[in-house]
């Protein structure tokens, strides 16, 4: 995996900045950050510039436990706006360890149906990115397709539509970006309101 001299989670708070830079031209664009790791620590609803703020005080480490941000959005769910609302999840690491006395891998498979119902019910769309040829479609499909099995026909995992891999900065910025001009099945258009939840795990394990 190629980022050079940049560090993965420096990479994604580049690549994120981009991304928000851009949805700053379209309107009253409000941000939640959900960074985790062993553990979610939610952030409450901010501004695009408030937002940059906290990016920049993130830190990576711990082990990688995907059910906790989600969670974290589906507790207790409000938004700020009545407006069209895009989760981001972004992780460097496949669920590995143990988070609340249950191994995270057990724990987000047993997640799915949950963020499944709560995502259709909220008309929700969801971006996933996968930093790093070792982060697997099994357990990044269960945040963008969740309870669905994706195999091609030698029975190997493949990305739902929604979900993306990618190996170096340069992709990562890419990748994020490509979700503002419509490749999402519930776009946020030019010059609307919208809110933005972004989930982010950087452990470089797993």
């Not at 994120?16 to 031209?25: C, E, N, W």
């Not at 974290?72 to 938004?79: L, M, Q, R």
């Not at 269960?142 to 979900?163: F, L, Q």
Request: proline share 2%.
């Amino acid at each position: 995996d190629d980022f050079g001299d940049t560090s993965v989670l420096q990479a994604t708070i580049d690549g994120i900045t981009q991304l928000l830079s851009t949805y700053d031209g379209m309107g009253n664009v409000q941000v939640k950050l959900v960074p985790f790791s062993t553990n979610a620590t939610e952030y409450n609803w901010t501004t695009i510039n408030q937002a940059n703020a906290l990016l920049n005080g993130l830190s990576a480490g711990g082990t990688t436990d995907y059910d906790d941000p989600l969670a974290a959005i589906v507790d207790g769910y409000s938004t700020t706006q009545d407006a069209a609302t895009k989760v981001y999840f972004i992780s460097d690491g496949n669920p590995y360890g143990s988070s609340e006395n249950q191994n995270n891998v057990a724990a987000i498979t047993n997640y799915q149906q949950t963020w499944k119902d709560f995502i259709e019910a909220n008309n929700i769309d969801v971006e996933v990115i996968g930093i790093g040829s070792g982060v697997q479609y099994q357990y990044l499909n269960m945040v963008g397709a969740p309870t669905e099995i994706i195999k091609d026909d030698s029975g190997n995992y493949t990305a739902a539509d929604n979900v993306v891999s990618v190996n170096t900065a340069v992709q990562l910025a890419q990748a994020l970006l490509a979700t503002v001009g419509g490749k999402s099945t519930g776009e946020i258009g030019a010059q609307q309101s919208s809110s933005g939840v972004i989930d982010y795990g950087a452990d470089s394990e797993g």
